[in-house]
């Protein structure tokens, strides 16, 4: 009862009835009025019509019988105006009363399914996952329409829904192995430092910050003999898995190669050789390879399409050595690469990065460039090898002032010191 009286009192039902009311007491309002007025008319028509015939009375001296008949009949049409308007007021009230009972049957057909509809509705993702159509909506009219489109819409939001929970899933197994994935190969570099701390002739450091998530860069470093040291600074073009997977393989082959006493040109045609048998995804990579003597300080460096190094000599400022590259590697099976001769001498600084570095975008599609890089290089020039990798890179950083990257940023930092009281 309640429940009824609340739907009663408010919304669409209560608007029919309001409507309904007022058209019904204009109308009687209007009607009375003309009844009312037509009344008076007609009376002082009857009054008027009795006046006519009264001076007749008069001349055959019956004044006091015309009185008594007007009167009589004055009072029979008073009567029968007042059972008139019994009749009126009793018609009201049944006007009244149909036209209640009739917006009540009109309300009840249309006010429940709606109510019933905005239940289901809100009742969606609580305790139903889906609106569907019931008995009650098929009203054969625009109520039915609007279930039927409900019904519809619902039934497209559950499989969107399905939909995306699949998705979800799958994305976040995909995103855990990539996690994965990303820890591996991150595990497969050198991150120890320093590196080794019981050799004074020099000292190093690298970094890899990965983009977003794996990626083709790599750095590595190791001794290939006591007096010897290997360098790589790499980039696998693409991105993703396979990329790191090829990466893997190629810092294996290439540290072999070195290993086995090959040059840094000829461990570059070697791996060519054996990545360019199996490589169907067309991956390539650009690799700088140096063999460095501890004890003298001289190099052997092969560029296959990588970026240019940058040198430092003792109390001076770094910068870009450019000469002609050799063909990425994995490019073309049988090509040569050719390598260079260097000299280091004690206070000599080498920095090799990937064109990650240079190639950091800030939010106006500005690239940090290589200018950027030797000037924040050149900041602090003394500093350990550690410390210029934090200035490279705390530049990058404001410079980007978080843009999203899409390359890693890949450095590697050598200073030698040279033979502790040795002549060099």
């Given at each position: 009862m309640r429940k009824n009286r609340h739907q009663m009192t408010g919304g669409i039902r209560q608007r029919i009835f309001s409507m309904l009311l007022i058209t019904i007491v204009l109308i009687i309002a209007a009607y009375t009025a003309v009844f009312f007025f037509q009344s008076k008319k007609v009376e002082q028509l009857v009054n008027d019509t009795y006046e006519t015939q009264k001076q007749i009375y008069i001349d055959n001296g019956m004044e006091d019988e015309f009185e008594v008949f007007r009167s009589g009949a004055i009072a029979s049409f008073h009567k029968e105006m007042f059972h008139a308007r019994n009749i009126l007021i009793l018609l009201v009230v049944f006007i009244v009363a149909a036209g209640m009972i009739s917006a009540y049957s009109i309300t009840e057909r249309i006010i429940d399914p709606l109510n019933t509809i905005t239940r289901r509705v809100a009742s969606l993702g609580v305790r139903n996952r889906q609106f569907k159509m019931e008995d009650k909506y098929r009203t054969g009219d625009?109520?039915?329409?609007?279930?039927?489109?409900?019904?519809?819409?619902?039934?497209?939001?559950?499989l969107y829904i399905d939909q995306i929970k699949r998705v979800t899933a799958e994305k976040e197994r995909i995103g855990a192995e990539l996690d994965m994935a990303s820890r591996i190969q991150a595990s497969q570099l050198p991150r120890l430092f320093p590196?080794?701390?019981?050799?004074?002739?020099?000292?190093?450091?690298?970094?890899?910050?990965?983009?977003?998530?794996?990626?083709?860069?790599?750095?590595?470093?190791?001794?290939?003999d006591q007096d010897h040291i290997g360098l790589v600074m790499a980039d696998v073009s693409g991105k993703g898995v396979p990329a790191a997977l090829l990466m893997m393989v190629a810092r294996v082959l290439v540290k072999s190669s070195l290993q086995n006493g090959k040059g840094p040109g000829e461990a570059l045609e070697s791996v060519n050789n054996q990545l360019c048998e199996s490589n169907e995804a067309g991956f390539f990579v650009t690799m700088w390879v140096a063999v460095i003597e501890i004890s003298t300080g001289k190099g052997v460096a092969a560029n296959a399409g990588h970026e240019h190094p940058v040198l430092r000599r003792a109390g001076g400022s770094y910068e870009l050595v450019i000469y002609r590259h050799s063909m990425p590697v994995a490019t073309m099976e049988g090509i040569p690469f050719k390598q260079h001769e260097f000299q280091l001498n004690p206070g000599d600084s080498l920095f090799v990065y990937t064109d990650g570095v240079a190639e950091a975008t800030n939010a106006q599609d500005e690239l940090y460039g290589t200018e950027r890089m030797l000037?924040?290089?050149?900041?602090?020039?003394?500093?350990?090898?550690?410390?210029?990798?934090?200035?490279?890179?705390?530049?990058?950083?404001?410079?980007?002032?978080?843009?999203?990257?899409?390359?890693?940023?890949?450095?590697?930092?050598?200073?030698?010191?040279?033979?502790?009281?040795?002549s060099s």
């Open positions: 625009e109520i039915e329409v609007l279930a039927e489109s409900f019904a519809k819409q619902s039934a497209r939001t559950v590196a080794f701390p019981n050799r004074k002739e020099f000292s190093l450091f690298a970094s890899m910050t990965p983009a977003k998530e794996v990626g083709g860069d790599f750095y590595d470093f190791f001794m290939i000037d924040a290089l050149n900041r602090d020039p003394d500093a350990q090898p550690g410390q210029v990798l934090a200035n490279v890179m705390n530049d990058i950083n404001s410079f980007v002032d978080g843009a999203e990257q899409f390359d890693d940023i890949t450095m590697l930092c050598f200073r030698y010191l040279g033979v502790p009281g040795g």
